[in-house]
């Protein structure tokens, strides 16, 4: 419910959508992932019974906002822990959070809390490390998938775009460093941009 009155304030308050965080050890993650999830119950073991508090999110929150809101899921393509959920997990699972037809979109990113070094990673990850998961999921999914992490050029970010990898670019720590860097790879101003080196 708390997931659902929260997304509704986000709509009452003029924004136009929310993304709900499926990622980064977060609550969401918790039930999901078999290195985190250890119950008994009806929300634990089998993938069907891990999925159910996030579906169950997913729908209260679709009902409260309707279908004139933007809801999305920011969710890891692989969580590089053993026992964790991989990209083949990840493959069986967006595919089905897809088919509900109540999120808009996936923003794929990486990892968890115990290893969240990666989750903002710094300057010896190559940029785009991690382009190739959301380009795995883009191909079983009918809703645009988003690539973050690690990505810090408009260029570069042009060119995933226009290959197929992902349908949107995230560029949060490259926002930060120039938050006029949108509005300068549009005026074409490409060596004004400040990039992000990643020393976090």
Known sequence: ????????RLK????????????????????????????????GGSLENR????????????KTVGSDFIVGLRIPGDEFLPGGLTIDDMKEILPIFSQTGQIDYLNITVA???NNAIIAPPMMIPAGA?????AEIRSLVDIPVFTAI????PIMANEIVKK???????MTRATICDPE???KAKAGRFDDIRQCVACN
Do not use: C, T, W
């Open 1 to 8: 419910r708390l997931y659902a009155d929260f997304s509704l």
């Open 12 to 43: 009452k308050g003029g924004f136009d959508g929310v993304e709900l965080h499926f990622g980064h050890g977060y609550l969401q993650q918790q039930f999901l992932s078999p290195y985190y999830n250890i119950r008994k119950d009806q929300y």
């Open 51 to 62: 999925m159910r508090f996030g579906l169950g999110v997913i729908d209260k929150v679709r």
């Open 112 to 114: 968890s809390y115990r």
């Open 130 to 134: 991690f382009v190739y998961l959301a």
């Open 150 to 153: 690690r990505i810090n050029d």
């Open 164 to 170: 197929g990898e992902a349908d949107m670019v995230v």
């Open 181 to 183: 860097m949108p509005n």
